[in-house]
């Protein structure tokens, strides 16, 4: 694979400019980026939550297969699991690629987050909803279920961020996402690089502070009453 490298040169006004001339292509790919974390991570909890509940309540041999698929999935590298669905599994849309590996890369550990969140949760809870009359499966979705996706919103914040951050590795099967379309602007203009890193890392640090923050205000409006947490 060829090296990039690159000498650093000083931060220069007609750089800049170039920079600033760019800015809608780098914003485009910015909107990519986007809305490659929002599906990977919607994914991510659509396979991870039930892979949780899996995990704890579930059968000795369905909770294992659960259990050994996340532990390949978090032990694989990110990178791998985009190299094989693009190119072994010869998924033809590089963006359809990159939601699936993202997205099942963050089930595996969405699951962990739900499993520990729901394991939090008092049996005695249970116990009690069973007492009067419900079903186990009602006790579950009326007792824990709200209270482990209450207490699961710290972990889950991480791992929104960690998914926005991991969407750069999709410049590796060709995707146009913002670290791609940064490096072809590397490549029309090199005494740029230090310009076009500093914008691409500020729009990453405005897209995780903004989400950040969005999701404290949503644990603060869900907090359990009495402060009670995981």
């Known amino acids: ?23 809608g292509y780098l914003l485009g790919g910015t909107a990519i980026t986007i809305v490659l ?17 899996i995990e704890v309540y579930g059968g000795r041999y369905s909770a294992g297969v659960v259990s050994t698929a996340g ?44 499993r520990g969140a729901i394991q939090s949760v008092d049996s005695g809870q249970i116990e009690a909803a069973r007492s009067v009359g419900m079903s186990q499966l009602k006790a579950i979705r009326h007792v824990v279920v709200p209270q482990s996706l209450r207490r699961s919103v710290p972990g889950f914040q991480n ?30 203009q090199t005494t740029a690089v230090l310009e076009i890193v500093l914008f691409a890392s500020a729009i990453y640090f405005v897209l995780t502070f903004s989400t950040n923050r969005a999701l404290d ?14």
Do not use: C
Request: glycine share 8%.
């Open 1 to 23: 694979m060829e090296r990039l490298s690159f000498v650093a040169t000083p931060l220069q006004a007609g750089d800049w400019a170039f920079v600033f001339e760019n800015a």
């Open 37 to 53: 974390t929002v599906a990977s991570v919607l994914l991510g909890f659509l396979v991870g939550f039930p892979a949780g509940a």
């Open 71 to 114: 532990v390949v999935l978090r032990g694989t590298p990110i990178l791998v699991i985009l190299i094989v669905l693009f190119f072994v599994v010869s998924i033809d849309s590089a963006f359809l690629a990159a939601i699936l590996g993202l997205g099942l890369r963050s089930a595996a550990y969405q699951s962990q987050i739900f």
């Open 159 to 188: 791992e929104f961020t960690i998914v926005l951050k991991d969407t750069s590795i999709a410049f590796a099967i060709g995707l146009a996402e913002l670290l791609s379309r940064s490096y072809d602007l590397f490549v029309q």
């Open 217 to 230: 205000r949503l644990a603060d409006a869900y907090a359990i009453p009495g402060g009670e947490t995981a």
